[in-house]
């Protein structure tokens, strides 16, 4: 790895065409893997793309003029100072706020690069067109800093945040929701049958323990397992089992923790006061995310999540 100051301006050139083949190609990447979610979006990436080629076919014709046919191959990686790029394919999902903050770096870093090359260049034609260059970039900075205002209408990016929000809620929130009524139900019943047979805090805390660790396992394996994201949307499986099963096991957890304080009535009411809470939780997540009318949340929570309570008492009692 050399430093830039090191570079000669046969050099400088030669990293130039590497830097915009490559900015092209990763805008060509976004514009491609937000086509089918955010058009609007995909069709400003695709312009800049076309632009960095235009960049990059100018170089190579000044290049040609002054030092022959052949470009050595000199990338980014090969020179101290840039900042490495995570590859677009080896992306899961592209936000659009992922992708935005991605393209304002590419252009503060390019355009950092122009200037200081058409600082350090002798050659009048070069140190020129560097310095077009690094103009372009600053209007490709500003662009991809306001992305959506300047090249996308209002209504069209109400649509795409809405998109966005979907996306979100199909592939983070639905999956986590699922887990934690699954976690913070069905592991009331076997926690406070176990309490109330027993009598003893250390007895129920064990079977909580244990209720939720292999809830938050099998809740995960089926969500990961249900469907692979390609028809649905819904993501990849992986992440959606990972968010599933981690908070299943949080639900069942919460009540389960009380049960860490010998005294077995002390715990016992905090486990119920910790059950309202989640309860609570769960019906405020159901009225913000997925727009269930607030009455019909608490409903449908605590009702089954109370059924569930009583149950457990009603066996342990027994």
Known sequence: MRDFSELTEREILALAISLEEEDSRIYADYAEALRSEYPATACMFAEMSREEGDHRRQLIELYQKKFGEHIPLIRRQDVRGFLRRKPVWQMRELRLDTVRKQAELMEAETLRFYRQAASRSTDASIRKLLGDLAEAEVRHELLAGELMQKNVPEHVREKEEQAARRLFLLRIVQPGLAGLMDGSVSTLAPLFAAAFATGRSWDAFVVGLAASIGAGISMGFAEALSDD??????????????????????????????????????????????????????????????????????LQVVLGGGLVFLTGILIGRS
Request: glycine share 12%.
């Open 229 to 298: 994201g390609s028809l649905t949307g819904r993501g990849e499986p992986l992440m959606r089992g990972f968010v599933c099963g981690l908070m299943t096991t949080f639900g069942g957890l919460g009540h389960s923790l009380p049960y860490l304080i010998p005294a077995f009535w002390t715990a016992t009411a905090l486990a119920c006061a910790v059950v309202v809470v989640e309860l609570t939780a769960i019906a405020w997540v159901r009225w913000k995310y997925m727009e269930t009318p607030p009455i019909a949340a608490a």
